[in-house]
């Protein structure tokens, strides 16, 4: 199993660390891992990406042209990576600010009200771990004990009390992740 991913959204979205606990999770999974950031020098505001793949053999690079997934937070990344995805993958977006949605028919679409859905938890913060429920969600490939290591792994001590917040905004993305279009 080898999973290629990009995620893409505006810096201060929480992107990279959304990658950053994905890779944790599959190394308590005893998988490869490869985690790329990408990023302009205004950060917050400015766009971030990040590729991460996961894998049961060894990564031979990080460098991606296509993907089997995208998490898509922001239309400006929605115009630059809807057609990296590979016929057959996976789009999950967030359609908040999205004014251009997919109308790809050979990928599998998936959207998430997560900006909503933060608001609604009264924690903006827990936007991009709603967006992690909805991706285990559609591809459960890492067990959701893991993320909870991968969490304790890659927060500071001092913000392990957030620990149970950060797991009941997953949950709340595992349960409102909405289906556009399956193959």
Known sequence: MTEEIIIAGFGGQGVLSLGKILCYSAIMQNQE???????GPEMRGGTANVTVILSDERISSPVLKSFDTAIILNQQSMDKFVNEIKPGGTLLYDPNGITRHPERKDINIYKIQGAALATEMGNPQTFNMIIMGGFLKVKPIVLLDNVKKGLE????????????LNIEAIQKGIENVETVITL
């Open 153 to 164: 792994k890659s927060l500071p001590e001092r913000h392990h009390k957030l620990i149970p």
């Open 33 to 39: 891992v490869s985690w790329m950031p990408s990023y």
